[in-house]
């Protein structure tokens, strides 16, 4: 089982990012569960949001303590959050940002293996706004495998209507540009 952890703000598309996760996977064929971690926050308040998916039901409901992913929808949180609290030895952040690894790294210590892509500026050419989730979606499958960028399509498609095609153009660019 896969276990990811999201950070972001209210109003990014969290949320939204792991329930699309979850119909991806399940359209696999695989079981997936995905749920919120936030309370009477407003927009732009740090939010979480989690995703599990794996070959096997997955019993546990409760938050993901130890994620093997963590996926950061806005930058600005590394500086009020540890978002590598829990991250298993081998775990990976996925991170939207214009900045090189070693700045990144430098910047906030992290140790961990990370993906990084400027999901801020894919996300404002194709959407005219920084909303990254679809965005980062993309970053996410093409750094981590977990499902295939294909079984997102339906989900976008049902999720988004009129605007899916966007969404599926910046999720695509991200795919090709994550480092």
């Not at 064929?29 to 919120?36: E, H, S, T």
Request: proline share 4%; net charge positive.
């Amino acid at each position: 089982m896969i276990e990811i952890r999201v950070h972001g703000r209210g109003g990014q598309g969290a949320v939204t990012s792991t329930e699309l996760m979850a119909l991806a996977a399940i359209n696999e064929g695989k079981y997936a569960q995905a749920f919120p971690s936030f309370g009477p926050e407003r927009r732009g308040a740090p939010v979480m949001a989690f995703v599990r998916i794996g070959d096997a039901p997955i019993r546990t409901r409760e938050r993901v303590y130890t994620p093997d992913i963590v996926v950061v929808l806005d930058p600005t949180i590394l500086k009020i959050v540890d978002v590598t609290a829990g991250l298993k030895k081998n775990g990976m952040v996925i991170l939207n940002t214009s900045k090189d690894e070693g700045e990144v790294r430098k910047a906030f210590g992290i140790k961990a293996k990370m993906a990084l892509v400027d999901a801020t500026g894919i996300a404002i050419k194709h959407l005219g706004r920084p909303i990254t989730n679809t965005t980062m979606l993309g970053a996410l499958i093409k750094a981590t495998g977990v499902i295939d960028i294909k079984s997102m399509e339906t989900p976008l498609k049902a999720r988004f209507g009129r605007i899916a095609e966007k969404n599926l153009n910046a999720m695509n660019e991200a795919y090709h540009q994550v480092q």
